[in-house]
Each structure stands twice: as C-alpha cells, then as structure tokens.
C-alpha cells in the first residue's frame, strides 16, 4: 500500500472582501470563525482532528455504477468525525469548553451528555481500513484490487482519501450443480432456474451466500428438515482466462445420512395453555379430533377448530418451513397468544423417517381495563381536561374473536382574556369485533399465505357541541376486512362504510355563514354517506433485514354515494327530491376520494444522522348526487404534523383569506378538495435521548370548483406555485425509544394570502414579529 501526505498552506481570505457580504451576516460569521479557530487551543501540536474520509475508485475501464460503489466503501468505515453543523463542531465545543469537571454536577453532565470528545486522526487505523476496502472490492469480483491512501491535513484537521485501483471485474462463465443421482442432489439441481449465481453477472461473495440460504429454504420445503446452508459448499475456478470464472456446487462428504432423508409429518400434539412453570400433562383435558391430531386444553379457552385453522402442518404432508412459518404467523395473528412455540422429534413410520410435533401455546391476557385522563392545550386556544375508557376481551365467544367498547370524553373552555368565552363538548363511544376470519361468500374468499385475515365491524356515535358553532350529531357503521400479504405489507378493505350527520343548533356566527345557503348546509353536515373504502399501506421498516433507507407508502381510496344513486334515483326515482338530488329524509352523498402519503428516509454517513422526505397528496371530487364534498372528507393542512408553521384549518384554499367579519375561532371555508404537503427534515443526534432537527414544509390545499364563499381557492396553473405556502424551523426531540416527546419551532416563510410579496420578512429581533409569525409545536411522536 501507498501513503502520501499532503500539507496545505494556510490563507485567510475571510474578511478580504467584506463589503460584498450584508452587514446583517458579518456577526454570525466571526461567531462561527472565532468558534472554529476555538479548537486550536485544545489540540497538541502532534494531534489532528478527524475531517473524515472519501474513497475513489480509478479504472482504466468503466465501472458501472462507480458511485453506487463508492459510498458503499465508505461504509465501511465506522470512525466517524466530530458532529458538524455547516461549518461548527457544537458538540466537540461543548466538550472543550466545560473543561475538566468533578464526576457528578451540571458541568459534568455536559461534558459527557451534551459534549462529544475529540477525534483525532489517529484514532483511525489507516492501513486496516485500507485492507478492508482492498477485501470488499475482492469479494465483489475485483480480484487484483490495490489501494493507496493520501492523508490531506490543513491547519489542525485532516481528512484521508483513499483511491483503490481496479480492473475489469471477473464475470461468471458456466455455474454446475451437484452430480450425482441422490434425491438431495435432484432437489439441488431443481432449484437452478430460481439461482442467484447466473451467467454473466460479476463474481459476488455476496450473493454466494444468500445463495447457500435460498437452498436451504427449498430443500427444506421439500421435506429435508435437517439440511442447512453449511452443508454446501461453492468452488470457483478462475484458470479459464478472460477475466471468467466458473461455479461448481458441491455437498460436503461428510454430511450426516439423516440431513439426506426426506421426512414427513406424523403426529401433531397441541398444548393450548402452555405454561412452562406449571405445566403437568396429567391434568389436562384431552380431545383426540384425529388419529394423528392430540388436542390437549385445561380450562376450555378456545374453541381447537380456531386454532386448527391456523395450523398448516398436516400428518402425512412431507415437512414444509413454509408451512411451519405460516403456522407460527397465523396462530399468534389470532391475537390471543402471548407465545407460540413449535417443537420436533424424530421417529420412524412404516420404516421410513418422520416428525412429531408439539405446538406450545401460551395464552395472553383475555380481558383489560384502562383508564385515559388527559389535558389538551390547543393552537384554537381551548384548554380542558379528557376521559377514555376502554374495555378489551381478546376472546368474547371462545373463537379469539376480539371486542373492545370505547368511551371517551371531554370539555374544553377559553381560558384567555383575549378571546370571547367558548366552551366544546365532546362525548362518544365506539365499539369493534374483530372476527379471525374471512366472512364472505365461499367463492370470494381467497387463500391468505402470510397470516389470518380478520374481519371488523364497527359502531360508533359522536356528538359534539360548541357554543361558536354548532351543535353536531353522527352515527357510523363498518363493516371490513384486514390482513397482510407479507411482514412489511397490510391491506384493509371495508366494502360497507355507513356515515349518518345531523346538524342541531347554530351559533349566531355560524347563521351568518350556513343559515341562507341551504344546499351547503346539507352538502357539508346533514347528510348519510353510504359506500367503500381500502387502504394500503407498506412499511419497510418493521422489517427485520432492513435496507440503509427505508420508505414507507399509504394508498386509500373512498367511494360513495354509487349504490344510493342507482337505488333512489334509477330504482326508487318517485323518491328523488329537487334537480333530482335523492332524499330520504337527507341528501345522500356522492363523491370520489383519494389520497397517497410517502415517506422516505435516507441514512447519512453517521446512522444518527437522517435526512426524512415526505410527500403528501391527495383529490376528492363530489359528482352526482353532490354538490359539495362532506366536511369531514374535505382536505385540510397545518399543525404539529403538517405545515408547522400554521395552525391548523387557517390556510388555504389557494390563495383565500378570512374576511375580517368572518374571524372567528373556527373556520368551515380553510379546507379544499385538493391537497399537497412536502416535507424535508434533517434529523440528529444531539445526545444518546436528545435529537435535533431542521425542516423545511410546504404545501396548500384547493377547491376543483369556484365557489363564492372562498374567493382565490380554485386551483389555477398559472398560480399554483405562488400559493404554495412554506414555513421552516428547529425541532427538539427527547426520544426515549418507547416514547418520544417533540418540541417544533416553526414560522411561515411564504404566506398564500400575502399579496404584496411571495416571501415573508424574517425579523427575529423584532418581538412584534416573533408574536405573529413563531409558532412552537408540542407534540408527542415524530411528525412522521
């Protein structure tokens, strides 16, 4: 290996030219100039800081995806320089200048919570780390890789640049599997179309191995209960010329004889309330529901036809893992086992090898009670206190069908002087039986391979009263399905969504708004809602093999109205009420809704360091039956998971503004059909339990028709992007793991209504401004 070490002479251009820069950035910048030079002073004359390392890779042919490659190489290596924001060390300061402290007290606490101690160059073993870069580039194909390293030092700090040397990458030319006639061998060979050592593709250590762990599945899943990824082995032979290579697969020869035999299923014994510490057999009652199928149960909790419909292994059946693994999904998707256990043991049938298996099954608590009593401060200023209860019963009717009743409450008042006195009412119960199982038609039930299905329904009632508005009456019936297609994939599908609202008493403000426009009264409040909904939702990181970045996706869809029309309007058209709109007794509503939320979260070289996008959108447009959408299905935006720098229902739709005789603490008109929200987050480690975050929103919501009330809130091309409103800040967060507690300062950069300018004037030393436009977010839990 080559080193060279390059000294950088020293220049100062800072305030060469200060006239170019604003007087208004001279301050900041000697803070950050005199916070830098700072470090000198604590830094021996032998010592470098860590600025951290780059690797290139030099070929004299082309390197498909030499990036790619690259920040692949440098993850390799783990010492990572001193936290930096732009061009300051907040933390490596810290630590300097709380100096030496006793071990307890609040300077200690700095130093070792809030601080970070240096890291010097030599803290990094160079010539290891360039081994490490030389072996991953030979384990993926580069076989003649060489690396040098030059160390770049500049006044106290250096980084090190590593460039590894390469050559065309070896290729594979033919791959053999096993010879021979043995059944292990067959199955190896069986598997060949679904390899991943193909012809052409460069060499892989990589994918060798991932290789060795797909044969395992299958020759497992044929019935080879005892064959595992260490009894293959691969020799390449890379003697052939030009830079080809050739991939024999081999078992090892002294592979025990049962790892060759095939085994099938004999007896399966369930234990359904196993518990390790009192178990005894003799006490258990028995129920033999085959020959072959032992069903032992104590307390006769569950019904055994439940638990054998989770069950996947079958006596006579050759031994599956993917039938074990489904079994293990499905019983502990039941939702009413804490542990699910599966045990085998060898014998023998008519001479030939087989399986007993024992299902271990511990049960969890069947029945809870909890008690919720909170206090809410909101951005509409109304404070007050909140009940739920819950109850729980995990297995109502013996069949681990799951019930939960739901009572909540809650009275909120203004408690500023500012503010005329309004107070909310809110109570509500809700009730849900989640049935594991799928109830339809037989010819409309599909097969669920990764866990049960589950069907809902749900019954709720609402009613809400507030002294400036309204008082609010709503009724809902649903009945669904849910269920995963694997690990990191849900659906929920409810085919009957029933919705029922009746609008009581208004305030004298509200009058003024709803009380001479009849069709918008029904259209927002009174009215039934009758249709579907399905979501999808996609998480790569509950996944237990996670990629570097992860991204998660949300679809929903929601239909309605469809079914009513054909019914009163085609069926029962004696029924139609005027312009033909469908009443009995109110309007029912027509619409099309959906709407998509995206998330993607990109690992900075230093884990701790995230970069979160988001992006939000969605459309809901009311036809048919409808003129306008359902309050409670329009689009709105602002708060502590939105556009941070608004409150919430006070922006939008496009570019409209509150008339000043309509200023009141709630407004109807900030919502719109249409809907767009981004969001980039830098997220950081301050401390082990203390992050930071920088952000930047935006977005707005919009009308798909003028309507008169909400002047400049149609969506319009030619001024989309100047009402896009932003808003920008720091956030604080206390993540404890289980619980994280969030604090986001925001203020608006870009205000929609704003007419006179696109951007806002930012005067953080004007306390005026900061009233206005500062808006500190609590919340708990990241915004997303």
């Keep these: 290996m080559k080193k060279k070490i390059k000294h950088h002479t020293r220049y100062n251009h800072a305030f060469r030219n200060y006239g170019k820069f604003n007087k208004k950035l001279i301050f900041p910048l000697i803070i950050i100039l005199f916070s830098s030079c700072g470090y000198n002073r604590y830094i021996a004359d032998d010592q470098k800081l860590y600025d951290g390392s780059e690797v290139t890779i030099k070929s004299e042919e082309k390197i498909p995806q030499k990036n790619s490659k690259e920040r692949s190489l440098e993850n390799l290596i783990r010492l990572q320089p001193n936290t930096k924001i732009f061009f300051f060390r907040p933390r490596l300061w810290i630590y300097n200048i709380t100096g030496e402290t006793r071990e307890r007290g609040v300077m200690h606490w700095l130093k070792t919570r809030l601080g970070e101690p240096p890291v010097f160059l030599n803290d990094l073993d160079i010539d290891r780390t360039a081994m490490l870069i030389e072996n991953r580039l030979q384990n993926t194909g580069f076989f003649d890789a060489s690396v040098e390293y030059d160390i770049s030092q500049k006044r106290q700090r250096a980084e090190v640049q590593f460039t590894a040397h390469v050559k065309k990458p070896y290729q594979i030319d033919n791959v053999y599997f096993p010879q021979g006639k043995e059944s292990l061998k067959e199955v190896i060979k069986e598997s060949k179309d679904e390899s991943l050592i193909k012809q052409g593709d460069n060499y892989s250590l990589t994918n060798l191995t991932l290789e060795r762990e797909r044969i395992e599945q299958f020759a497992r899943n044929k019935g080879y209960y005892f064959f595992n990824r260490d009894h293959i082995i691969f020799r390449v032979d890379s003697t052939i010329g030009d830079r080809m290579l050739d991939v024999y697969y081999f078992l090892k020869d002294d592979i025990p004889p049962k790892v060759k035999q095939q085994y099938t299923i004999n007896k399966i014994t369930i234990y359904s309330e196993y518990f390790v510490e009192d178990f005894n057999k003799a006490t258990l009652d028995t129920v033999e529901i085959s020959e072959n199928i032992i069903y032992f149960d104590k307390n006769r909790l569950f019904s055994y036809d439940v638990i054998l419909s989770a069950i996947f292994l079958q006596p006579g059946d050759i031994y599956r893992r993917s039938d074990h693994n489904k079994t293990l999904n499905h019983l502990m998707g039941l939702g009413v086992f804490k542990f699910a256990n599966i045990r085998y043991s060898e014998t023998t049938v008519n001479g030939k090898p087989s399986l007993n298996v024992n299902i271990h099954l511990t049960p969890a608590e069947q029945k809870s009670l909890s ?21 729980t019963n995990r297995n109502l009717f013996g069949g681990a069908e799951s019930f939960s009743l739901n009572l909540n409450g809650s009275f909120e008042t203004t408690i500023s002087s500012h503010y005329d006195p309004i107070t909310s009412t809110e109570v509500g119960i809700q009730s849900e039986l989640l049935l594991p199982k799928f109830i339809a038609p037989a010819w409309l039930k599909p097969e669920f391979a990764y866990t049960i299905p589950k069907t809902h329904i749900i019954l709720s009632a609402n009613y809400l009263s507030r002294t400036d508005m309204m008082n609010l009456f709503s009724l809902k019936t649903q009945f669904g399905y849910q269920w995963n297609s694997d690990i990191a994939t849900q659906h929920r599908l409810s085919p009957f969504v029933f919705n029922f609202f009746v609008l009581g008493t208004l305030s004298p403000e509200f009058e003024t708004v709803l009380g001479q426009q009849e069709l918008m009264r029904r259209g927002l409040f009174d009215q039934y809602i009758l249709g579907g909904e399905y979501s999808y939702f996609h998480n790569t990181q509950i996944r237990e093999e996670q990629p570097s970045n992860n991204w998660y996706l949300n679809i929903n869809f929601d239909v309605a109205g469809n079914f009513a029309y054909l019914l009163f309007n085609q069926g029962l058209s004696s029924l139609a009420g005027e312009r033909g709109k469908s009443e009995i007794g109110e309007n ?53 998971n939105s556009l941070r720098a608004f409150h919430p229902r006070t922006l939008g739709p496009g570019s409209y503004k509150t008339p000043d005789t309509l200023q009141m603490g709630y407004s109807i008109y900030h919502s719109g059909e249409l809907k767009l929200l981004f969001t980039i987050e830098q997220r950081f480690d301050i401390t082990k339990y203390l992050k930071g975050a920088l952000f930047l929103d935006g977005g707005n919501v919009w009308n798909t028709q003028d309507y008169k009330n909400t002047t400049g809130g149609i969506l319009k091309a030619d001024e989309f992007l100047r009402q896009i409103a932003l808003g920008t800040g720091v956030g604080l967060r206390i993540d404890l793991n289980f619980f994280v507690i969030r604090f986001d300062l925001a203020f608006p950069l870009a205000i929609p209504h704003n007419t006179e300018q696109y951007f806002e004037e930012i005067k953080p030393l004007s306390s005026s401004w900061r009233k206005d436009n500062l808006i500190l977010n609590f919340a708990i839990g990241y915004p997303f």
């Design 588 to 640: 029912f509503s027509q619409y099309f809704k959906t709407d998509f939320d995206t998330r993607y979260f990109i690992e900075g070289d230093n884990p701790a360091n995230t970069t979160a996008l988001r992006l939000v959108a969605g459309s809901a447009i009311p036809y048919g039956n409808s003129d306008y959408l359902p309050y409670n299905k329009r689009f709105t935006i602002g708060g502590v």
């Design 371 to 391: 008690l919720e009593v909170k206090a809410t401060t909101k951005s509409n200023n109304l404070t007050g206190p909140g009940l739920m209860a819950t109850y």
